[in-house]
């Protein structure tokens, strides 16, 4: 009996291990694909530094710090002179660089966290879920040997790279996209938009969100209520991703990453499908790279320069200077360090934070949330859970643009934000291009929440607005309003627009100067 059950507990744990197991290399393809993505992040917002991360813009220090958490770690913090922001972009930018090529790759790993996580607290209004999941998966990645293969770190250690790694870890960092999946479902699931096929449909009728296929899409309804289906299903069925080993893990990620390169082609939303393409690799275990050799091999492809090139990358690798501290008692020290802030992590933000939602299994209490030091200290570091709710449970059916009527000391009016005679028509048949860059959407759904919540976003704004146009312009202003103009999307309006019916709201009025605030022209929609 005793034989039995030690066999059996055998068999658990070793199929427990192939389910949380990740292979190096899909670990070394997320090392490079995530310091690429920081790279790219810093070079994109680098197009509107002076506007959104100096004090003479519109989020100055003091504003970011008031909107963040408590005791948000932000090393951008330290300074407000714009050059010693911008030398902190450029030194994100060569520690990604290092991640990229695997050099001392968990210091890299460790300092390119800080990093991102100070940058996102330097200006918390135009960020969005691809950031904090980007946070998260950076995060669990500390814990993992991102250098193991295809690094600098590789060609120096002097040993055979491990094929993979199976503990706590690797669980945890494949578990936070299962979590992100599976909570989804569960709010999409409240909602009959989602339960009736309708969602995506109306998601694709979002002209301020959506560009590139969406329009072609729009034509095809059954087939977009289809896709809602099988996007609803599949994160519904997402734990599958860490339960499947093998092809049949391999055809449902396969799926996950046939879903977010759709939403790259239809759907402006900045970074998040890739960041989820990232995090998705990690699940592509050692069937994977078994079946593209076994590709590679039926297509007789000649490999011969990629291997060279290879040797070449290697022989460079190794000349480059690696000192190393090689005591037998650091090395114990590293690793029970290692493993002790491991299990104080898992203990901490994972248990604790997890109690969040349990309601969800009709256990606990709704809104319970962890210990309050524990919440703490995810909220200034940026790893605490959201809810997840990506388009969901209800998904916006409401078009929106914005419209800034100004009042000059000639007595003129113009829209300001669209830089126009004034009017309230829409500024553009496709309003995604209202926005120069797509942090500008999520900024500006800072300006209108803080416009209805009356903090002081939409001030600087206004003072902005206030002092560079009639510096640009030489034409001075007096009086500037807020307006968000809203066009109700119905399944018989998604590929129409003028037969939408529309709403506007004030977010805001200011007096440039010392002129009083008061409200200029509305829309009249029903003249």
């Not at 790259?264 to 998040?272: P, S």
């Not at 995090?279 to 091999?297: E, I, K, P, S, Y």
């Not at 999307?489 to 008061?518: K, P």
Request: hydrophobic share 45%.
């Amino acid at each position: 009996m005793r034989q039995r059950f030690e066999r059996l507990a055998g068999r658990f744990r070793r199929n427990l291990e192939d389910c949380i197991r990740i292979d190096t290399r899909s670990l070394a393809v997320f090392r490079i694909f995530v310091g690429l993505l920081i790279v790219a992040d810093l070079l994109l917002r680098s197009r509107n530094f002076s506007f959104y991360y100096t004090d003479d813009g519109v989020v100055p220090q003091s504003l970011a710090t008031e909107l963040s958490a408590d005791g948000a770690f932000s090393i951008y913090h330290l300074t407000t002179d714009p050059t010693l922001i911008a030398g902190l972009f450029v030194l994100q930018g060569l520690i990604a660089i290092q991640l990229i090529v695997g050099y001392k790759t968990r210091i890299a790993t460790i300092l390119s966290f800080l990093l991102v996580v100070s940058l996102d607290h330097h200006n918390p209004l135009v960020l969005s879920y691809a950031d904090t999941l980007f946070r998260l998966l950076l995060f669990w990645a500390i814990f993992l040997p991102l250098g193991e293969r295809w690094s600098i770190d590789a060609v120096h250690a002097g040993r055979e790279p491990r094929e993979s790694v199976a503990g706590i870890a690797s669980a945890l960092i494949l578990g936070q996209m299962v979590f992100m999946y599976f909570l989804n479902w569960y709010h999409k699931s409240q909602d009959e938009l989602w339960t009736g096929g309708d969602a995506t449909p109306l998601i694709m009728g979002l002209d301020d969100m959506t560009y590139l296929l969406a329009g072609t899409l729009r034509q095809f309804p059954a087939l977009l209520e289809l896709g809602t289906y099988l996007w609803y299903y599949m994160l519904m069925g997402s734990w599958l991703l860490i339960l499947l080993v093998g092809r049949k893990r391999m055809a449902l990620v396969a799926l996950f990453m046939g879903g977010h390169a759709s939403f790259i082609v239809t759907v402006r939303i900045g970074a998040f499908p890739y960041v989820a393409l990232a995090g998705l690799t990690l699940f592509l275990q050692a069937q994977f790279w078994r079946d593209l050799r076994a590709v590679v091999d039926w297509l007789e492809v000649d490999t011969s320069r990629v291997s060279g090139f290879r040797s070449r990358l290697e022989t460079r690798a190794g000349a480059v200077p690696y000192p190393r501290l090689q005591r037998p008692s650091i090395d114990r020290a590293k690793s029970t360090l290692h493993s002790a802030t491991l299990a104080v992590v898992f203990v901490s933000l994972v248990l604790f934070s997890t109690v969040t939602y349990l309601p969800l299994a009709g256990v606990g209490e709704a809104g319970s949330g962890p210990p309050e030091p524990v919440d703490d200290v995810a909220s200034s570091f940026g790893v605490s859970q959201p809810e997840w709710s990506v388009f969901a449970p209800t998904p916006r059916t409401t078009d929106r643009y914005y419209v800034f009527p100004a009042e000059t000391v000639d007595g003129e009016r113009i829209d300001v934000y669209n830089e126009r005679d004034m009017t309230f028509d829409r500024p553009s048949d496709e309003l995604q291009t209202q926005y120069d860059t797509y942090r500008e959407r999520f900024y500006m759904n800072s300006v209108r929440r803080g416009g209805f919540d009356d903090n002081d976003v939409p001030v600087h704004l206004a003072e902005y607005y206030c002092t560079t146009w009639a510096e640009e312009n030489d034409v001075e202003l007096t009086h500037l309003s807020m307006y968000v103009v809203y066009e109700d999307i119905t399944m018989e309006t998604i590929d129409d627009y003028d037969e939408r019916e529309r709403s506007w709201g004030l977010m805001y009025r200011h007096g440039c100067g010392d002129n009083e605030r008061e409200v200029i022209e509305r829309p009249d929609f029903e003249a």
